[in-house]
Each structure stands twice: as C-alpha cells, then as structure tokens.
C-alpha cells in the first residue's frame, strides 16, 4: 500500500448513514487505512403526502414526466417500494455521487449529474442545458421532507412544469449503547457529518466527547447548520463526494495523534 493509502492509518471514523452513501464513503477510507464504523443516525419513513406521491409515481410511470430527479439515493429505495418504474421517455438528473451509484444499480441511465467541482443542486442547475430552452418541460421532484427545495425552486424559475412531492421524511436514530461509549471515550476519532439533520443527531446523542474528535462537514451550508448546533467543525468538505470527505478528515488530523 503507498503512503497515500496508508494516510488514515489507525484512525476511526464514525459513518453516519448506512446505504449507498455509507458502503461508498467507508470504502474510500478503509483505502486510506482508516477503519469506518457505521452507525446510520437517521433512517428513512413514510411521507406525510402518500396520496400525492402514489398519483405523482401514477403520472411518471404512464409517461406523463420528461424528467425526473432526486438528491438521495433514498429515492430508489422509494421508487421499489412502491413497484415504480422510470419509463425509458423520463430522463434522470441527480446530485450526489451516491445517488447516481443507487440509480444506476437498478438500472436505470443518469443523463444528469453535476461535476464533482460542483456536485450540489445549484451546480445541476448550472450545468443542465435542456431546461433553459424555453420548451415546457415536465419534472417531477422527489425529495426528503427536511431537504431544502434548492433544486425545484431553481427549475420552477427556469421555467418547466415542477410538482414538487415529498417522497420520505428524516427521523433520528438512536446510536447504541456500544457506539455511544465509543465516541464519549475517544475510541471513535472522528465523526462525519453530511446533513443539518446529522447535524442535529450528533450534537444531541453526542454530547460527551473528546475534545480531540474531529467533526468533518459535507458542505458549508451543513457546517452552518451544525455550528448553529454548538458543533465545533474541524473540516469541510467543499465538493459531494466520498473522495472530498476523506480528504478533508485527512487535512485537519495532527500526524502525532496517530502515532502510538
């Protein structure tokens, strides 16, 4: 293994969310030399809004959708469980490495995503040319109900016809016990934080910890949100990806913690 892959050696680094993203970002630092211990501090339900998603999945699967987008790969998770399937006609346009992983893993071509410089909805907006032809276009938005509307408010000023639905809400998970004496005792050294409801499960479940614990954020916006928290963030990952999260644990650990 080369230094690089070896510039994580012996740290431990909390995941906080299981699925594709947490499979992608444990991957990248276990070629790192960290060890990732995943530990999902949120999980997926119901929507509030069932009817209106059963008509929308209705409307999308008799063709009525141009596109159709999604910033979690939870929205795979949505479309199986109700049996959905994208049409060929429908195009997909995605933010979030993981998200496109999901999407392509069922079987379905992305035509859209943003550049890693760039891998946030503002950055689809930027970089998605057919919905600034002028032709009214159908999208149908699928989003958690804690994520900002960032991607439908920016296509609904652009012009197409955007319903926008809430497919699945948010909720905490309780850490176990095992986890939480991990973290209060310093055996857990870093924890990653990639959403304001992260944010949130972190600074309540975690309230006892280490000084020396490295918080590491996906995004500013995230690092706003979880220092509105009382969170001290140590670094911050500026574009959505796995790559750019290691990168940015890696860039603000003290070489002299990791010797023994």
């Not at 960032?150 to 809400?169: E, Q």
Request: net charge negative; hydrophobic share 40%.
């Amino acid at each position: 293994m080369t230094a690089e892959g070896n510039s994580l050696a012996g740290l431990r680094v909390l995941v906080p969310r299981g699925g594709s993203w947490g499979e992608l970002v444990s991957k990248t630092l276990r070629e790192r030399g960290a060890s990732s211990v995943i530990a999902p501090l949120v999980d997926f339900a119901h929507t509030s809004e069932e009817d209106k998603l059963i008509d929308a999945l209705r409307r999308l699967e008799a063709g009525e959708f141009d596109w159709i987008t999604a910033t979690s790969a939870t929205v795979v998770d949505v479309l199986a469980h109700h049996n959905a399937v994208i049409p060929e006609r429908t195009r997909v346009a995605v933010v979030g490495e993981a998200t496109a992983a999901a999407f392509q893993a069922a079987g379905y071509s992305v035509a859209r995503t943003p550049s890693a410089s760039n891998n946030s909805a503002d950055g689809l907006l930027q970089e998605w040319p057919e919905i600034s032809t002028g032709e009214r276009l159908k999208v149908l938005t699928l989003r958690s109900n804690v994520a900002k509307p960032v991607l439908t408010g920016g296509l609904i000023d652009r012009g197409p016809d955007v319903p926008p639905v809430v497919a699945f809400r948010t909720v905490g998970v309780p850490a176990s016990l095992r986890i939480r004496e991990d973290v209060e005792s310093g055996r857990i050294n870093a924890l990653l934080i990639s959403s304001a409801t992260i944010a949130h499960e972190v600074a309540t479940q975690f309230r006892v910890r280490p000084t020396s614990t490295l918080l590491v954020c996906v995004g500013p916006q995230t690092q706003r949100e979880a220092e509105a928290e009382g969170l001290r963030i140590d670094g911050v990952a500026n574009e959505r990806t796995a790559q750019s999260l290691i990168d940015a644990v890696e860039s603000v650990i003290d070489p002299s913690d990791m010797l023994d």
